[in-house]
């Protein structure tokens, strides 16, 4: 195997005890993160306004599967484009430019609602378009923090966002969406995520552009487009822990996002009386569970057997779906998906810091953009057969199957890519 320990690495100074804090000193994380987290509170009302209204339009399963599919479409289709594009274009320039999109796609759908004309294809185009931006927010985003932070902070950087994503995305903003929802209509959700999306444009603005910028400064001619995503392509192959880990969230993105995205919020609407914020509730217990197994992982030194212990998270916090599957239980149900959130936010720290501390710099967007293409590639077809599939198959069949997979797949891909020797041949700490 290709050793991938780059001298990206540099020597780690003693922690402090608020370790989580320490990235906070610099003005532009700041104003990064202000604006990423505003937007990510955004994307949370999102997901419960775009699911209400279109079950306000057409309440079929169907339907919120066609546009759960655009916008899983859309990210798919460019996701390896916004990886070339995050080594090639400043990154700022791009999240700017991804921001803009959002406040402009949003707007298009509260202006659309508020005069009455709004349809379910209308849904489907702003869902795409949403799609495609994300695409080059998340490798752009992974991109720049390696070069506006020093190393030894990048653990704590992926922390916070592993904090604030499930916080405000998972929790608060699907909280305050169901409130609002329930309380008016979903246009009115869909006003208060666009001007969200806009004051995070202004935070974007006022950032200045990273002293290392990802385009580098010389006269030679840049490599083609197609070489560079070979060149990241050939990278993940012959790394063998990079390859299978992505093998493996292509197949969890499959037997589990299409459930929970697309079939959860049916559930919550038959199993509750109050089904809106219901289910607004029970997303924010997966998003409190995130951010308290974000912060658990980044307050500490990364796991010595930081393969072993990510694997574990994913495979046997995936169980807990059956109990979803199966019970209409309120707080069974909550508890459930606290658990899938704990794991999935103590995963998603260790995995972002790897990606930053053992991949090159200059290599880190199209190996960014990789990983959400493989892992998200069954996205579009998880979302498309949701819907339809439990008009053959009974709910609690598909969480099942849901909640079982994973702690399968996780043992074979560790042994495959012999993910405990690797570990401790490569020691992060």
């Known amino acids: 195997m290709v050793s991938t320990q780059y001298d990206i690495e540099q020597p780690v100074k003693a922690p402090g005890r608020w370790r989580v804090l320490a990235p906070f000193q610099f003005r532009e994380y700041r104003l990064l993160i202000a604006a990423v987290s505003i937007s990510i509170f955004a994307e949370g009302m999102w997901a ?8 306000s339009i057409d309440n079929d399963p169907a339907s919120l599967s066609l546009v759960a599919t655009c916008l899983g479409g859309g990210l798919v289709a460019f996701v390896l484009i916004g990886g070339i594009a995050a080594d090639r274009i400043p990154q700022r320039t791009i999240i700017i430019a991804v921001e803009t999109v959002n406040v402009i796609a949003v ?3 509260a202006i659309l609602g508020l005069v009455g004309a709004l349809q379910i294809w209308h849904m489907a185009v702003a869902a795409a378009a949403l799609g495609i931006a994300a695409a080059f927010f998340f490798p752009a985003y992974s991109a720049i923090l390696p070069r506006i932070l020093p190393a030894e902070q990048l653990l704590a950087a992926n922390g916070v966002e592993g904090v604030v994503r499930p916080v405000f995305q998972r929790a608060v903003g699907p909280a305050v969406a169901g409130m609002i929802v329930g309380a008016t209509l979903p246009t009115v959700g869909a006003v208060v995520v666009a001007v969200l999306f806009a004051i995070g444009l202004v935070l974007l603005v006022a950032t200045r552009p990273a002293t290392k910028d990802a385009v580098p400064e010389e006269t ?15 990278f993940v192959v012959r790394t063998p822990w990079l390859l299978w880990t992505l093998l493996f969230a292509s197949i969890f993105v499959l037997v589990v996002l299409g459930p929970i995205e697309v079939l959860l919020p049916f559930i919550a609407q038959d199993r509750f009386a109050d089904g809106a914020r219901m ?3 029970i997303l924010a217990f997966f998003g409190i569970g995130s951010a308290i197994g974000a ?8 796991p010595r057997r930081y393969l072993s212990v990510m694997m574990a998270m994913w495979g046997l916090g995936s ?9 209409s239980s309120f707080p069974l149900m909550a508890l ?22 053992r991949v090159p710099t200059e290599m880190l967007g199209r190996v960014s953009s990789l990983d959400f293409f493989v892992s998200l590639a069954f996205m579009p077809l998880s979302f498309a057969i949701a819907g339809p599939l439990s008009k053959v198959v009974s709910m609690q069949t598909i969480f099942l199957v849901a909640g079982i997979a994973p702690m399968l ?7 495959a890519a012999r993910m405990r020797r690797d570990e401790l041949a490569h020691p992060l700490r």
């Open 279 to 281: 289910y607004g509730f």
């Open 48 to 55: 419960v306004v775009m699911a209400l209204q279109v079950i």
């Open 409 to 415: 797949l996780a043992v074979v891909a560790v042994a």
């Open 336 to 357: 459930a998906t606290f658990v899938i959130g704990f794991t999935d936010g103590a995963g998603m720290v260790i995995w972002g810091t790897l990606l930053q501390r």
């Open 107 to 109: 707007s298009a759908v």
């Open 220 to 234: 030679s001619e840049r490599p083609h487009v197609l070489r560079d995503l070979r060149d990241g392509f050939s």
């Open 295 to 302: 912060l658990t992982v980044s307050s500490g030194r990364l």
């Open 319 to 327: 169980i807990p779906l059956v109990v979803v599957g199966y019970t």
